[in-house]
């Protein structure tokens, strides 16, 4: 049964057997297809890859100014200030926090789950989770002021027995997101070992065998290995599993252990977690389909995946929008005149416009993804992604700010407004993912080899059965 690869607005049969691989495929044919696009010359690259890494390369250099500025001249050139001592560098730490999940959910939870149309995009998504958290873990070193001494952080054995305050959910970041970024290492590399001894075995020059063979450890595919391999993998799934929730609870905690009004409650490390799941869905749906379509891998990363993709993040949207609806009646069922009047000021005041969009990008927007048209419409799906990324962004950005200037005290009320700098800092994050990114899928093979590779051999069963008991 040959592949369908689906247009726009075109209605969706059900998916057959083989529907996860493409017309025709064999083992040598799933090895050319995907390694071939490390193998292909830069000077045969996409025109849009090569657009899109020159200009993300200049994000990066962005990023190194005003990362030069900051060292040289202090946190002073940030628009933090009193009360709002914390802005966009918390603010970003959280939102790419969040996007990192997504990657950790795919690879390691639905393997669990044993969904297997996760194979053609868990690789790219756990790459995603690596770069992501190397975004995040800037902001903190960043914000410290003296980010030469970030190893203050750890509790390290020193003269002056100086230790961090175990008790600040500020260092439990520390060590959340560290092991969740050693973790999602560890499990990412483990995967990627048999793809690169395919890789050393098919590659075309001498020194990129030399390369792919030392990085792929020895790896012959004998039954020995293949029995480690999978435990390992599983023991590996099931430590990263629990991570899931964990880390972006930890972070929720920054909040919710204060008595800031908009921060002390009991809803947010649930909250937070099913945002990290839907920006982190968001970002993965962002960036597979434009590579997707320039690499012409429609029949690796067919309409299934988007799909499936789709129903996940307007699943965790309506958790999120469980969440607001739940910060609103806990501001008015607390009786809390000063949690009334942070949602008030929040829906009202001078920021009430960054809440309007965050409700239109984040909760009624997605409800398109309701209609079986609009999810099979990559267009529609492409451009929705991306407002909700928009809209998590916009989510942290009230949680931080609306809570901090408007204080108890209206002596002590102040505004937030954004430099220059704080722009050109994010924006040079978003420049050094994306780089990573492209990156990426010329260095190493960004959907798993073996794993189609399975799914194909799965498929060619259930068509032999199928046509068997016909």
């Known amino acids: 049964m040959a592949t369908t690869e689906y247009l726009p607005k075109q209605e969706m049969p059900d998916p057959g057997p083989d529907q996860i691989l493409g017309p025709g495929h064999d083992n040598n044919t799933v090895t050319e297809r995907i390694a071939g696009i490390v193998y292909l010359p830069l000077t045969k690259a996409p025109r849009k890859w090569l657009i899109g890494a020159f200009i993300s390369f200049v994000f990066v250099n962005i990023l190194m100014g005003a990362m030069w500025v900051l060292f040289t001249k202090g946190i002073g050139i940030w628009g933090v200030n009193i009360p709002v001592g914390w802005g966009f560098a918390i603010v970003n730490f959280v939102w790419w926090i969040g996007i990192g ?22 690789r790219f998504s756990e790459a995603m989770t690596l770069f992501a958290v190397a975004c995040a873990g ?108 964990s880390v972006h609870t930890i972070v929720s905690f920054d909040f919710a252990i204060s008595v800031i009004p908009g921060w002390h409650t009991t809803i947010f490390p649930p909250y937070f977690v099913a945002g990290a799941i839907y920006s982190g869905f968001a970002m993965v749906l962002t960036l597979i389909i434009p590579l997707r379509s320039w690499y012409n891998m429609r029949d690796l990363i067919t309409m299934r995946h988007i799909e499936a993709a789709a129903k ?45 969009l965050l409700i239109l990008c984040n909760i009624l927007l997605p409800q398109l993804l309701w209609i079986r048209k609009v999810r099979l419409n990559i267009t529609l799906v492409w451009i929705l992604s991306i407002i909700i990324n928009i809209g998590m962004w916009l989510e942290r ?28 800092t994010y924006a040079g994050t978003i420049g050094f993912f994306l780089f990573l990114i492209f990156l990426f899928v010329r260095a190493l093979p960004s959907i798993s080899i073996f794993e189609v590779r399975e799914d194909m051999h799965h498929a060619k069963h259930l068509q032999h059965a199928y046509e068997e008991k016909v």
Do not use: C
């Open 312 to 356: 996940l993040m307007l699943g965790t949207g309506l958790i999120v929008a469980y969440g607001y609806a739940m910060e609103a009646f806990f501001a008015w069922y607390s009786g809390d005149k000063y949690e009334s009047f942070m949602y008030w000021n929040r829906v009202t005041g001078p920021y009430a416009f960054t809440y309007a």
């Open 397 to 424: 950005f009230e949680i931080v700010v609306t809570s901090l200037h408007r204080d108890f005290l209206p002596s002590s009320w102040g505004t937030y407004i954004p430099t220059v700098w704080d722009v050109a």
């Open 101 to 122: 999940h997504a990657g950790t959910l795919i690879s390691a939870i639905l393997f669990l789950l044993k969904q297997d149309w996760r194979t053609s995009i868990n």
């Open 138 to 245: 800037m902001f903190p070193i960043l914000h410290l002021g003296r980010p030469w001494l970030a190893y203050w952080l750890f509790p390290y054995p020193n003269s002056m027995w100086l230790w961090p305050q175990p008790r600040s959910p500020l260092e439990w970041d520390v060590f959340a997101v560290s092991t969740y970024g050693t973790i999602s290492l560890v499990f990412w590399y483990t995967g990627l070992v048999p793809d690169l001894a395919s890789m050393r075995d098919t590659a075309p020059h001498l020194w990129q065998r030399k390369i792919y063979g030392v990085l792929s450890l020895g790896w012959r595919g004998s039954a020995r290995h293949w029995h480690r391999y999978q435990k390992a993998y599983l023991l590996l799934a099931g430590l990263a599993t629990p991570l899931v929730l």
